[in-house]
């Protein structure tokens, strides 16, 4: 092992490794497998940390381990704190809350404290979900990795240094192979959850410690004078740099981390193993510019992540213009956090000299300190907003649906008292569907206040009673034991006069939150033969269904689909974002293009009521485009929320309607 304290190559290999992540990140079909570049930093801070720890000073474990969590604190919190802050306050500013980022505000609070890989877990997105492209934290799951090693690590390591050259034989044997006996068992544990619980094997440290192990591994390795095997520098360099890009441009996602990061470490190992034991290695892949990426490499991956996914949420990171913008803010940004908060905490006065106790209870209180203002920022997300959407009472199907309400007197059961939008006896109205029921929240909570009728909702993602592009038997398992389950309990307690409400998505998205789909694919799901020939069947199932609802004597209410648009609202209605490219086609659609697009679907439901006594279609859409042309944002008030979710404001302007409707069929 080389005597130098500093290894310019290993900089090299960091710069690399930052460098894949990134433009992997700005658009991943120019390199499919840079994220791998995460594994080789992961290697090599096993390698460095091993390193660092072999020079402290043997002072005992307390000791020991004090001087390794000072280090760290100084090398990792100060810009860690400083970049959370400035993502949490721009999030404030430019990213509304909804479904696409109701998860973001959590990975960040975790990230204070080394945990948002927990928070990522729990999500259950993968890292290639597409979700996770607007969260401006996740990149911390890596951090959290590190920092949850960090807490075994040395513990570890310490074994290995105080009983290495012990004179008792089983000591000495423990200490040399506990590292790689865990190794191998996180291998093994890699092996099995990639392909069976993918977000797991992804963020978890059980997953992952093997490829930090590895470089320390190979650090106890070059301490007892060994090395890997010696088959000349030119063929060691070329086999590592092969395995390394093979990674990065081949690795397939499904087979992440194991097998493809293995070919990752491999090469990373070669490289350093190299470069450590050979001064003219060292001295030929120490080129100036890599150099230097590789030093400010930690502020590099701080920064890229949310500034790109602001791109995202903002201007768009479609074109070269913003691609480029976006790296020089990056390059600008880690350049500052290197020169301005890294440097200063690992070198400067401000620590210098320092008992490292007091290095780590201040790190701590740092890290509390900006916890606690995190979460100020959040509460105060409607206050700091510039989006339009903190107008809440306008946008949100869900906030507060007795904002403006009034009347209460029909809350009480029995009959409706004077002054009640619906009279006669109190009834119940069961719900159930995909987030579009959802959306319906402050329609139905007038109807509530406003109506001697109590509303009982069943929801779970994903899965809707008589969504009628498929038979519900076709459903996800998880979908079918619902469907079971909320029928069952529906017809256990539905009474003659109550209602069934079954209001859901039924078109093909044109776009989402998060993404512009294709309108050639989108007609073809329903109006193709394929998807005719499913939607019989689904009609021919859904008449047992109802014959069981009817007979019991229930009013079931199927909705007509709404207006749908290419385009989501709450990201295309400010000046940050209307020039984004998914707003390109607007927030307006013909009717007639509308009419035609949904008149399958609708021809379905009217078979279905003609073919059942007290089976109704509503059908809200001449209330939301009564004119030529559709629009989710009318007079600056928005009808929709996204794409095809109902606002607030467009539950309100329903409201009148669906209660025209009940009071015309519910006494049939």
Known sequence: MRSSAYIPAIDSLRALAVISVIIYH?????????????????????????????????SG???????????????????????????????ALFIPNAWLSDANQRTGRFAFWGLSNFALMDMGDTYFAPRVEFNPYVHTWSLGVEEQFYLVFPAIFYCWLRYRNSEVRWRRAASSSLLCAILVASLGYSAYVT???????????????????????????????????RVGEKTQLVLSVVLIAGCLCFANEAAFPFPWAIAAVLGSLGVIDLVTRSERMNSTLSWGPAVWVGKISYSLYLWHWPVFV???????????????????????LAWGSYTWVENPFRKGTLVRGRAPRWIVVGGLCCVLVAWLADQLIDRGHRRLTLSVTRDMASWYPVAGHDEGVGNTQCVSPGRAAAGCDIE??????????NSHAIAYEVMLGMLEHRAPIDVSDYRHPGCALLLLDAPMSDGTPECRKFYRSTLADIESQVKPGDIVFLPSLRLPRFADQFARYSDAEAVAKIDGESARRDRQRAVNEADGVLDQLVQRGATVILEAPKPIFKAPAFRCSDWF?????????????????????????????????????????????NVLCPKATCAAVVDRKPLF????????????????????????????
């Open 26 to 58: 700005l658009h991943g079909a120019w390199l499919p497998g840079g994220f791998a570049g995460v594994d080789v930093f992961f290697v090599i801070s096993g390698y460095v940390i091993s390193r660092s720890l072999v020079t402290l000073p043997s």
């Open 61 to 91: 474990f307390l000791g020991f381990t004090g001087a390794f969590y000072g280090r760290r604190i100084r090398r990792i919190v100060p810009a860690l704190v400083v970049c959370l802050l400035a993502i949490s306050l721009l999030s």
């Open 195 to 229: 392909f069976n619980a993918p977000a797991i094997a992804y963020y978890s440290l059980a997953s992952r410690f093997w490829e930090l192990a590895a470089g320390a591994a190979l650090m106890q390795l070059h301490v007892t004078g060994g090395g890997l095997g």
């Open 310 to 332: 602001l791109c995202r949420w903002t201007v768009g990171l479609d074109s070269w213009g913003t691609r480029v913008a976006a790296v020089a803010a990056t390059f600008a």
């Open 424 to 433: 006669g006896h109190a009834r119940h109205l069961f719900m159930s569907g």
């Open 577 to 621: 974002n209307r020039s984004n490219p998914i707003c390109r086609s607007g927030l307006t659609m013909s009717r007639d293009y509308l009419l035609h697009y949904r008149q399958p679907v609708l021809d379905a439901e009217i078979a279905l009521s003609k073919r059942h006594e007290h089976v109704y279609v509503w059908d809200p859409f």
């Open 641 to 668: 929320f996204d794409a095809d979710h109902l606002s607030a404001a467009g539950n309100r302007a329903v409201y009148p309607d669906f209660v025209a409707f009940l009071k015309s069929h519910l006494d049939r």
